[in-house]
């Protein structure tokens, strides 16, 4: 990263935080702003953590390789697979490293920009689409996988869309599996010290977290879901729920990942992990 880079904040005008309703539009636009701008920055923090052709799940450092959410990695060869909010793409390199028929979809132009990168430098290469997740230019049926990893859901509006566009172009006995935060954690701070160990919000409040520019133009969006909530999505979108991963964190994990530490993760669930299928 050059050494004059800005911020995401700084780029983008952010001056202050907004509790308010957020329609799709508006937030998808504010998405795709922010992660252009941060793109850089995250992998620059990040990148090490996430690997380049490694499937990390969640900051608690749960591997596909070990949980095996997707089946056994031996059956992916050749299964059609969709990586939802791809970011730099690496879970999608891991699967076509396994024979996996990928496609990674992002928003940002400048995350599928880290993706290219590191294309290169890994010499796994998958197809990247960008485009909004709650509008996927997909024919119905044609993965036999979906999957994200913290990728588009968070930070959609409307995610029970998400939900119906994944079950649609998901064919029959197929699976989604995605990865978000808990919900629990909305009560508190992102303070990964003893201050965020502490209730601030109500479980129940789903207004959206903004930050605003000078104008009250949002720059950063992010939706909270109870867990209700998200099985209502799920279901209503014609898909069964058959587990809920809620990775603990690991002894040997000193590291920090924004909001998430060894202090909170001893106590309480940072992640939440929906596996579902599509009815045969």
Known sequence: MDSDARSADAVLGAVGVARRPVDSAESSAASRRWWDADADDYQAEHGAFLGDTDFVWCPERLRESDAQ????????????????????????????????????????????????????RSGVSVPL????????????????????????????????????????????????????????????????GPDGLTVSQSYFDTSPYLEVDD???????????????????????????YDLVEPEWPEDLTEQWG???????ALFPGTAIFCCRKPG
Not at 149 to 164: E, K, T
Not at 217 to 240: K, N, P, Q, W
Not at 259 to 265: K, N, V, Y
């Open 69 to 120: 959410l997707l089946g056994d990695p031996a059956g992916l060869a050749g299964a059609r697979v969709l990586e939802v909010g791809c970011g730099a793409a690496a879970c999608a390199r891991w699967l076509a490293a396994r024979g996996a028929a990928v496609v990674g979809l992002d928003l940002s132009a400048g995350m599928l920009r880290q993706a290219r990168l590191a294309s290169g």
């Open 129 to 192: 689409v960008q485009a909004d997740a709650e509008r996927l230019p997909f024919g119905d049926g044609r993965f036999d996988l979906a999957c994200s990893a913290f990728g588009a859901v968070p930070f959609v509006a409307d995610p029970g869309r998400v939900m119906r566009e994944v079950a649609r172009v998901l064919r029959p006995g197929g699976r989604w599996v995605f990865a978000v935060n808990h919900p629990m954690r909305w009560m508190f701070s992102d303070d990964p």
């Open 259 to 265: 909001q998430w530490s060894p202090l909170r993760g």
């Open 215 to 241: 104008q009250g133009r949002a720059t950063y969006v992010e939706h909270h879901r109870t867990l209700g909530d998200r099985i209502r999505d799920i279901v209503s979108a014609g898909l069964e729920l």
